[in-house]
């Protein structure tokens, strides 16, 4: 039995695991390890932080769901690859390691948050990832809003301002989760401080959701500020303290700063290493190869997208890059030549509090459809993701 090996279980590794045990069952054997106990479905942690959706509606155990699909799984964060020997070395959580070897290797270990060096961004601001980033941002709001009760002048206005950096559409869907939160279910038993609230979102460049067509970045610049969010472009920070963003012309005070300001690559090492960006983020060929035995893809890859630049970093392409893998892999163990992968992306759906926008290759729409819409297909895309 071939032995494959996925690093990472977001959504590039578990679908792939997912698709491989189906495909290949009887002649190989497919275990994924993760870090973490549960896969998360990313898309609706901003569901999860707005206090409409539970932990558990938007995650599922990697144990349930290799269970169902037919895969072994291990929880282990993947240190280093030794590629002479094939072998991967992993740490458990109780510090033990272990080298898990493999035929075929896959590696999807996603992104973390990209700080571009500004001083102080890294520890005076607060990530929003995971599921447990979720939780600690309820516990603050909590808190602020705690203080703000007895706090008076300049200091309860501080507290209760908050302000998230990234314009991207993370960094606004973010927002406007905090501000249903806070609205809804923090500020629930001191109605008279939700009036209070102000929030503002900070984006380096001079538009909004770069990368978009201009009429959803001018839209949803207006959808901000009909709903009350002051929106701040073109504002760099030079350098960030406890509750306080210094740019070149003026200093934010708030209760909170959220950083939703990009990503870089979770780092695997590889002895000898694989080809990689300036920026560290793995160089795939265009059939998902990092080298002999090893593929890769998701946001710690860069593979390119049918316009000739780098394809972006989002679940779609993730899951897209995911189907394209799981059928190189097939073809490798049976000595067929292998197939490029183009990935584009096919539309977007982006929230904005109570509308939202429809993005296809065509058209776009802002509608309050978009909220409906993409509940039903984050749904299915989450039913392909885990079985559930
Ligand atoms: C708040 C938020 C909202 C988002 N909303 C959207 C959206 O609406 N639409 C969209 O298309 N995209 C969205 N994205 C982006 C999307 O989540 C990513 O593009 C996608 O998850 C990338 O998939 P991946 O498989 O590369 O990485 P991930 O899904 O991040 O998975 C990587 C996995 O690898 C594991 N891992 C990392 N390092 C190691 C290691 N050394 N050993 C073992 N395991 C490791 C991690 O625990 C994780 O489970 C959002 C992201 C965030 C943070």
């Not at 000898?272 to 983020?281: C, Q």
């Not at 265009?286 to 679940?315: E, H, M, S, Y």
């Not at 292998?338 to 058209?363: E, Q, V």
Request: with cysteine; hydrophobic share 40%.
């Amino acid at each position: 039995m071939k032995r494959i090996v996925i690093a990472g279980g977001g959504f590039v590794g578990l679908r792939v695991a997912r698709l491989l045990a189906k495909r290949l069952a009887g002649s190989a054997h497919v275990i994924l390890i993760d870090r973490q106990e549960r896969f998360v479905f990313s898309p609706w942690l901003v569901d999860g932080l707005a206090g409409e959706m539970e932990s558990d509606q938007y995650s599922e155990p990697y144990e349930t769901a290799a269970k169902r699909g037919g895969f072994a799984f291990i929880r282990a964060e993947v240190k280093a690859i030794d590629r002479h020997a094939k072998v991967a070395d992993v740490t458990k959580p109780d510090g033990s390691h272990e080298a898990v070897g493999y035929d075929v290797l896959v590696v999807c270990p996603g992104a973390r948050p990209a700080y571009y060096g500004i001083e102080g961004a890294e520890q005076a601001t607060r990530p929003f990832k995971t599921m447990a980033h979720v939780t600690e941002l309820h516990e603050q709001l909590r808190e602020l809003i705690h203080q703000a009760r007895t706090a008076t002048g300049e200091e309860r206005k501080k507290l209760l301002h908050l302000m998230v950096i990234g314009g991207g559409p993370t960094g606004i869907e973010t927002v406007f989760a905090m501000k249903t939160y806070l609205e809804c279910h923090a500020c629930s038993e001191a109605p008279a401080l939700a009036k209070e609230l102000r929030f503002t979102l900070i984006e380096g460049s001079p538009n909004l959701l770069n990368g978009f067509r201009p009429s959803i970045s001018a839209g949803a610049l207006r959808e901000l500020e009909r709903q009350g969010i002051e929106v701040k472009t073109s504002m760099r920070a030079k350098s960030i303290s406890q509750g306080r963003i210094t740019t070149e012309s003026e200093t934010l005070s708030g209760g909170l700063i959220l950083w939703c300001g990009g990503v870089q690559p979770n780092d695997v090492s590889f002895t000898p290493d694989v080809s990689r960006d300036p920026k560290n983020t793995l160089k795939a060929d265009q059939a998902l190869g990092l080298g002999q035995d090893i593929f890769g893809g998701g946001d710690a890859v860069i593979c390119l997208g049918a316009n000739g630049k780098p394809a972006a970093r989002t679940a779609q392409i993730a899951m897209l890059e995911a189907e394209a893998l799981a059928a190189n892999v097939v073809r490798y163990l049976k000595g067929q030549p292998l197939k490029p992968c183009y990935p584009a992306l096919k539309g977007s759906l982006i929230t904005l509090g109570d509308t939202g926008f429809i993005d296809t290759p065509w058209f776009a729409i802002k509608t309050k459809l978009t909220i409906p819409f993409r509940r039903w297909f984050y749904r299915f895309r989450f039913f392909q993701m885990t079985g559930r």
